[in-house]
């Protein structure tokens, strides 16, 4: 629920199912895929990367909150991101 409340979000259709998610797609686009906007991983390190790694398609930046253990979880996965091209900021 979580993760297509997020979708939600940023603009995407996707409906949750007992056991998993319907996301229909915008089909082919060139640029952006999704919208920005502010998102909660209620913890999830799993949730928070996710929405990190949407935002290299997203047309707005994507804040997401309650993201502090992703620094426990993958102690590097801000500098790796970077270096794949994600403009990324930590915000305490």
Do not use: W
């Not at 309650?66 to 801000?78: H, K, L, Q, R």
């Amino acid at each position: 629920q979580v993760m297509a409340d997020g979708m939600a979000i940023l603009g995407i259709d996707a409906k949750p199912t007992r056991d998993g998610m319907v996301i229909q797609g915008r089909g082919e686009h060139q640029g952006a895929l999704y919208d920005g906007g502010a998102v909660d991983s209620h913890g999830d390190h799993r949730i928070a990367m996710s929405f990190a790694m949407a935002a290299l398609r997203a047309s707005a930046p994507i804040t997401i909150k309650n993201c502090a253990n992703v620094a426990t979880s993958f102690p590097n996965f801000i500098e790796l991101a970077k270096s794949s091209g994600l403009n990324i900021e930590v915000n305490s």
